[in-house]
């Protein structure tokens, strides 16, 4: 048997900044929603599962369809790797959709990298490079999946917006205190936060610690100031670019021949100085092969989702 072809789909894609969702009937895009990050490790399991709840809720509403109608969800979270808390966070989403009066017949959760790694490759083979907030790399050949990366900003995601945000305020304090090069990153982090006030410099302390600010919020501002001639800015999206290549080329040595790679994530999508760089550094290695993404994250969701189906009339 074949799977109906009027099957309706919803696909998550939670990142580490923001989650986006699409409801997906009879062939097209019916809904389309967005919230904050639903990243387990910045917001916890349970508000996360909460605000995926919500968006899910919402493409339905957009919809005018019933929770009966759905005939697949699939979730996609950062920062979800262990079978156990994909189980985890499909359990607690069940749960808390029944305070709702909201049944899912089938629902699937994974990480929202591995949505990506499909979409772009259409579950074919590949590496993939995400650098959003993060940055990560993933590969998968006949079938298997290997890892490079991704391991939070607290231990690595070098490269990711996380990252140059972070090494865009090192810089700022070591210029302050005489110990760096001076940059016009110090006047813009000044400018961008009122709590923060140059002059007193353990405001930035304070302002960081109290919520203001989250490392990749500077990002914008590094590249400001390393695209208007900023050394040290320019010197943090260089070394950015170097260290992100170092993901696919940690990965290619499982593949026979070149190693396809598509760069994923939002500085890649806006066409950033850092990606220009990033695209020029995956170009001189011989054992990669640079290739566009076949399709995003959310086209990965909606291509497993038909897959849960076609399994279940099978």
């Known amino acids: 048997m074949t799977p109906k ?23 097209e895009i019916k809904a389309n929603s967005k919230s904050g990050t639903t990243r387990i490790g910045a917001v916890g399991v349970g508000e996360s599962c909460e605000r995926t709840l919500n968006v899910i809720i919402d493409l339905c509403a957009q919809a005018s369809i019933e929770h009966h109608e759905l005939d697949a969800v699939v979730v996609g979270l950062a920062g979800v ?19 709702y ?22 579950g074919g ?25 991704g391991w939070g900003i607290e231990l690595d995601d070098e490269g990711s917006g996380a990252w140059i945000g972070r090494e865009g305020l090192t810089q700022v304090v070591r210029a302050i205190d005489g110990r760096g ?6 006047d813009l982090v000044g400018d961008l936060y009122p709590t923060i006030d140059i002059k007193r410099p353990r405001t930035i302390v304070k302002a960081y ?24 800015a320019n010197e943090i999206i260089e070394r950015s670019a170097k260290h992100l290549v170092e993901l696919p080329q940690a990965l290619k040595h499982h593949f026979k021949s ?34 566009e993404p076949k399709g995003t994250a959310l086209h990965g969701a909606i291509t497993l989702g038909e897959e849960m189906i076609k399994n279940m009339v099978e």
């Open 209 to 232: 610690a109290e919520g203001a600010f989250k490392y990749h919020m500077l990002t914008p501002s590094v590249m400001k100031c390393a695209i208007e001639g900023d050394e040290v």
């Open 258 to 291: 070149k190693a396809p790679v598509a760069l994923m994530g939002g500085i890649i999508d806006n066409e950033t100085l850092l990606s220009k760089l990033l695209i020029e550094e995956v170009k001189k290695d011989k054992g990669l092969k640079l290739v």
């Open 101 to 122: 009066n909201f049944t899912f017949e089938d629902i699937m959760v994974t990480s929202d990298a591995e949505l990506a790694l499909h979409g772009a490759f259409k």
């Open 5 to 27: 072809n009027d099957y309706t789909i919803i696909g998550i894609d939670g990142g580490g900044t923001h989650t986006r969702g699409i409801l997906f009937q009879n062939g």
């Open 181 to 186: 090069k001076p940059t016009t990153m110090t």
């Open 125 to 149: 083979d590949g590496i993939i490079t995400i650098v959003g907030t993060g940055s990560i790399g993933l590969a998968r050949v006949k079938g298997k999946l290997y890892r490079c990366g």
């Open 81 to 99: 790797w262990l079978e156990e808390e994909k189980l985890r966070s499909a359990h607690l989403l069940k749960t808390l959709g029944r305070g």
